[in-house]
């Protein structure tokens, strides 16, 4: 069965940066575009950003431009976020998902996603 696991959330203070992981097994992993969301309570999950099957493509969002970095690696089945210059409004519970190509931007077009982490930045 297809899994998604992601890791590497917490606290943080504002301009802090923090590194989140998405594990994944039970799928081909470079078939699949990847992608991170996130959703802040009482709001709708929102993109943040995509990396291509191969990973030599990505995008974010430009409420994270040059603050966050996606990247992953195929030979470990795994999807990463660097994410740099936190701010408060980053809070939220990342998702990473799984899906049939790239700059996929909404949940809807995703086949598989994870149970979520939660980041928290403190100012």
């Known amino acids: 069965q297809v899994q998604l696991v992601e890791s590497g959330g917490g606290l943080v203070q504002a301009g802090g940066s923090l590194r989140l992981s998405c594990a994944t097994s039970?799928?081909?992993?470079?078939?699949?575009?990847m992608g991170w969301f996130r959703q802040a309570p009482g709001k709708e999950r929102e993109f943040v950003a995509s990396?291509?099957?191969?990973?030599?493509?990505?995008i974010v969002a430009d409420s994270v431009k040059g603050r966050f970095t996606i990247s992953r690696d195929n030979a470990k089945n795994t999807v990463y976020l660097q994410m740099n210059s936190l701010k408060p409004e980053d809070t939220g519970v990342y998702y990473c998902?799984?899906?049939?190509?790239?700059?996929?931007?909404?949940?809807?077009?995703?086949?598989?996603w994870g149970q979520g982490t939660q980041v928290t930045c403190s100012s």
């Open positions: 998902a799984a899906g049939w190509s790239f700059n996929l931007r909404s949940p809807s077009q995703y086949n598989y």
């Open positions: 039970g799928l081909t992993f470079s078939w699949f575009g």
């Open positions: 990396v291509s099957k191969s990973g030599t493509s990505t």
